[in-house]
Every structure is written in structure tokens, then in C-alpha cells.
């Protein structure tokens, strides 16, 4: 699976911002995707994530401000977005594109990643 990110910038507060990740290869496996994020000397942390079952989860910090959304109509390319909305300085961060493949016989799990793309919201 290989994972292609696009979008990211510089916005002011209060302002939105689209983030999109394009995902090609043999998808069969791939159970979620979504989107992480990473402050410099701070571990990666979960964004939102959207499960093939239309399950979603979002960070507290974020819920109720950013959306996710996937399309996986082709089975050979799937995409998922995130909508930012009321942006803060606090979001400022590398936002990394994700999916995962579950293998439900051995409960083995597998991530790729994206390229990070730069977000900064200014004060």
C-alpha cells in the first residue's frame, strides 16, 4: 500500500484547511485509514480515523471541528480527506496520511504512511 498526501499550508486562527491522501495497491486488507500528527519531541498522535465499516473515531481535541471522510469504491485506489474546520494554533503539526490492514487470522496489524504535510495555524 502506498499512501500520497496533499494539502496542508498556513492558516491564521479560527480559518479551515483540507487535507487529502490518496491510497493505491492491493487495499483488500486495509480495515481503517486516516490521519495522525506529529509536534516536533512529541509522539504521533491519533487525528481521526475512519473504519471500513463507517466507523469513525477523533481525537478529543479535535471532534466536533474536523471531519473525515474515505472514498473506497475502487479497490485498487482509495482516498480519505480531512476537513479542518476553526482551526487553532494548538493544531499546528506534520499531519501524517494512515491505513491499516488487519489480518483477522493471526490479529496482525500493519500501518503505512504517508508523506507528512506541514499545517500551521498563527495566532
Known amino acids: 500500500v502506498q499512501l500520497q498526501a496533499s494539502g496542508g499550508g498556513f492558516v491564521k486562527n479560527g480559518e479551515s484547511l483540507r487535507l487529502s491522501c490518496e491510497a493505491t495497491g492491493i487495499m483488500s486488507k486495509v480495515n481503517s485509514m486516516g490521519w495522525y500528527r506529529q509536534v516536533l519531541g512529541k509522539e504521533r498522535g491519533l487525528v481521526a480515523i475512519?473504519?471500513?465499516?463507517?466507523?469513525?473515531?477523533?481525537?478529543g481535541s479535535v471532534k466536533g471541528r474536523f471531519t473525515i471522510s474515505t472514498d473506497n469504491r475502487d479497490s485498487a485506489r482509495n482516498t480519505v480527506d480531512l476537513r479542518m474546520d476553526s482551526l487553532k494554533p494548538e493544531d499546528t503539526a506534520v499531519y501524517f496520511c494512515?491505513?491499516?490492514?488487519?489480518?483477522?487470522?493471526?490479529?496482525?496489524?500493519?500501518?503505512?504512511w504517508g508523506q507528512g504535510t506541514q499545517v500551521t495555524v498563527s495566532s
Open positions: 494512515n491505513a491499516q490492514e488487519y489480518d483477522g487470522t493471526t490479529h496482525q496489524a500493519t500501518d503505512y
Open positions: 475512519r473504519r471500513r465499516d463507517g466507523g469513525t473515531v477523533f481525537s
